[in-house]
């Protein structure tokens, strides 16, 4: 990447106080910054730093009083912090900007792919595989026979999406990340389980993110579902059947078994468990390590615990359990005195 202050300035439509001809290759935090490097300053605890950082460009609040010279360049924004996420938009677009079908990359017969596409060496597309616009496969990617993926999504390397899965468009699956694996299903009897075929498939709606080395199981008939805006982050393990509504967001280490229902606009801290054929009602939120046994059924109630209860009935339970210690020791003595006579 390389830009002027001034073509910078026009993209994010702010006010150059300085050289507008300095040259930007490169994004820094503001206390490490160096010559030809970008910054911004938003949280006032950080303002030292503008003062001594030797970043050419600085991205700062259009309200901003130095209290004393400032080295770099300034470029005042509204929203120092939100015009710089979209500078690492714009750089990171850039970044990833790779077109082209590497002879090295398998694709096999039937499959067909829109323009724009980037299929990088030792990528396999499976038979029928039907890929659009734009899309992005990385290596070692493994596209299954019968798999859709929509435009502008993006595999990243070692991506596994198993046959008849759909991908929507605007999807980002991050590396290691399995789509379509056998549910856990087995018949159980005395000579040990019996696999129960799993025939069904994943469906993933547009603009879905799944983070590395989640695992998303397919339907045992039928689909798994994530819903449009899904946002997962790395090492989630979603069971067969599962339904999570759109724009649900999912921390690490999540884990939700089988054909549990989750609402709409859900927030779910890291190590939570949600046990099977549940449903989870839009808003819900589930503080970490929550576990959850049993359906939740009001929306936007906030969880905590396990077996998870509402956080405030929670807190007020955890204050008597920091306390129990003393309680057993004032009945022991309680105890002690009333045997004494």
Do not use: W
């Not at 991205?59 to 509204?78: G, K, Q, Y």
């Not at 939100?82 to 750089?91: H, P, R, S």
């Not at 054929?277 to 576990?291: Q, V």
Request: overall charge neutral.
């Amino acid at each position: 990447m390389q830009f002027t202050a001034q073509q910078i300035a026009d993209l994010l439509k702010g006010t150059l106080e300085g050289d507008a001809s300095v040259t930007i290759t490169r994004l820094s935090k503001i206390e490490e910054g160096g010559p030809g490097s970008l910054s911004f300053l938003a949280n006032p605890a950080y303002e030292q730093f503008i003062y001594s950082t030797t970043a050419s460009l600085v991205i700062v609040n259009e309200d901003f009083v130095a209290s004393a010279p400032v080295p770099a360049t300034l470029l005042r924004v509204d929203s120092a912090e939100k015009a710089f996420a979209q500078l690492l938009g714009v750089y990171n677009t850039i970044k990833l900007d790779k077109k082209g079908i590497s002879p090295q990359a398998v694709i096999s017969n039937g499959a067909v792919h829109g323009e724009g596409c980037y299929i990088a060496p030792l990528a396999f597309v499976g038979e029928n595989a039907r890929i659009g616009k734009n899309v992005r496969i990385y290596p070692h990617c493994y596209v299954g026979d019968n798999v859709t993926i929509g435009d502008d999504t993006t595999l990243f390397a070692g991506v596994k999406v198993y046959s008849d899965c759909v991908i929507g468009s605007q999807v980002i699956i991050h590396s290691g990340s399995v789509i379509g694996s056998d549910g856990f299903r087995f018949a159980t009897g005395p000579d040990g389980g019996q696999k129960i075929p799993q025939i069904g498939n994943v469906v993933i709606e547009d603009q879905v993110e799944i983070g590395a080395n989640c695992a998303i199981d397919r339907a045992t008939l039928g689909s798994t579902i994530l819903r449009k805006g899904v946002k997962f982050d790395n090492l989630i393990h979603i069971a067969h059947n599962v339904e999570v509504g759109e724009h649900t967001y999912v921390a690490a280490a999540n884990v939700i078994a089988g054909s549990t229902k989750v609402g709409r606009n859900c927030m779910f801290s890291g190590q939570v468990g949600i046990v099977g054929h549940l449903k989870i009602a839009d808003n819900t939120i589930l503080a970490a390590g929550s576990g959850v046994s049993k359906s939740i059924t009001k929306p936007g109630e906030a969880y905590m615990g396990s077996p998870a209860f509402e956080i405030s009935k929670y807190r007020k339970a955890y204050i008597h359990f920091r306390n129990l210690d003393g309680l057993v020791a004032r009945v022991t003595e309680l105890e002690r005195m009333n045997a004494k006579g």
